[in-house]
């Protein structure tokens, strides 16, 4: 599995977007991004996922460069409920290997 | 949505018990499920792939005679810790992967361990 990395922590005050960027330059042809929330003791909630260009659902954004050595999880409007840990991992489509989690980046909303 | 369940959620023990967590899959099968483990501001460590009649397949590192898994049938895998000590004490998670075509997986809520 490609290694990612992403920043350890991020501040953000509520109703402003949030973008978190995840590195993985070693990223296999085959290999999709998806990101995961994580709440303090409960298991990971799958957020999205995505191949290249943009991905969009009802509560995120995904925005991947053509190289696809990075991607960018875009949260709209946060609030204090997004205060969580924000993994990015890359592999084959939903989940059809183990999951490699890296350092994951801790969100805190500034009411 | 697919839910997975654990049980408990909580566990206290005291050192040398052994505990058992389970892990369900309430509204699909799963032939594969993965065992986590995760210390306090750490992220997750996959520990052990969980495959439905078969033998565990286990992490480099990971004792498999000390954290003993069995997947007996397609909705219930366990985790067991023997001989429990202190530095066991962490966040057990599961995750299920959905039989089909779109193999997904879904993470259980987790269950906190206390060894004392």
């Known amino acids: 599995l490609a290694k990612t990395t992403q920043p350890i922590s991020m501040d953000s005050y509520e109703g402003q977007e949030v973008n978190i960027t995840c590195s993985h330059n070693?990223?296999?042809?085959?290999?999709?991004i998806t990101w995961y929330q994580q709440f303090p003791s409960q298991g990971p909630r799958f957020i999205i996922q995505?191949?290249?260009t943009k991905v969009t659902n009802e509560v995120a954004s995904l925005f991947i460069p053509a190289d696809r050595k990075s991607s960018t999880l875009s949260l709209p409007r946060v609030s204090l409920s997004d205060t969580a840990v924000y993994y990015c991992?890359?592999?084959?489509?939903?989940?059809?290997?183990?999951?490699?989690f890296g350092t994951g980046t801790r969100l805190t909303i500034i009411p | 949505g697919a839910v997975v369940s654990q049980h408990p959620s909580r566990v206290i023990c005291k050192s040398g018990t052994s505990v058992k967590i389970e892990c369900r899959s309430l509204?699909?099968?799963?032939?594969?499920m993965f065992w986590y483990r995760q210390f306090p501001k750490q992220s997750l460590m996959l520990m052990a792939t969980s495959n439905e009649g078969s033998k565990a397949t286990y992490e480099q590192g990971v004792e498999k005679d000390k954290f003993l898994i069995n997947h007996a049938s397609l909705t219930l895998s366990t985790l067991t810790v023997t001989s429990a000590h202190p530095e066991d004490s962490s966040f057990y998670i599961c995750?299920?992967?959905?039989?089909?075509?779109?193999?997904?997986?879904?993470f259980g809520p987790g269950t906190r361990l206390t060894v004392t």
């Open positions: 995750s299920a992967r959905e039989d089909g075509w779109t193999y997904e997986q879904y």
């Open positions: 991992l890359v592999g084959e489509a939903f989940g059809n290997e183990k999951l490699t």
């Open positions: 070693n990223i296999a042809t085959n290999d999709y």
């Open positions: 509204d699909f099968q799963a032939t594969t």
């Open positions: 995505g191949y290249k």
